[in-house]
């Protein structure tokens, strides 16, 4: 794991915004074998052969988990984003559902 993403992650401002980083940095490790992760535009991006494949984004009340590559999927209606990159806004408190977001990441990462 890519240290500079470790720090980002550990400098959080919030608890629940780092415990929800690390969860979905797991869960991107776990769905897409070999990624790579790295920061990009002072966020997390984790890449698949070269390509973007998600991004963690957090904002003043949320953490925004986007998938990339996502045209040709059936994405749930509390996804936002244009057709080719979705992104699901995950506020304290929430419990996302993990299993669902590691099987669209496989998805859309399969023809990275």
């Not at 915004?17 to 990009?40: G, M």
Request: proline share 5%; net charge negative; hydrophobic share 40%.
């Amino acid at each position: 794991m890519n240290q500079e993403v470790s720090s980002f992650i550990e400098n959080l401002n919030q608890q629940w915004k780092i415990e929800i980083c690390n969860q979905l940095r797991e869960l991107v490790h776990k769905s897409i074998p070999d990624v790579e992760e790295r920061i990009q535009y002072k966020k997390p991006h984790f890449l698949k052969n070269g390509k973007f494949a998600a991004v963690i984004s957090p904002s003043k009340d949320a953490m925004a988990f986007m998938i990339m590559n996502t045209t040709e999927l059936e994405v749930p209606k509390d996804f936002e984003g244009p057709a080719e990159q979705k992104w699901l806004k995950i506020h304290e408190g929430a419990s996302p559902d993990y299993d669902l977001l590691s099987r669209l990441l496989v998805q859309a990462s399969s023809t990275l």
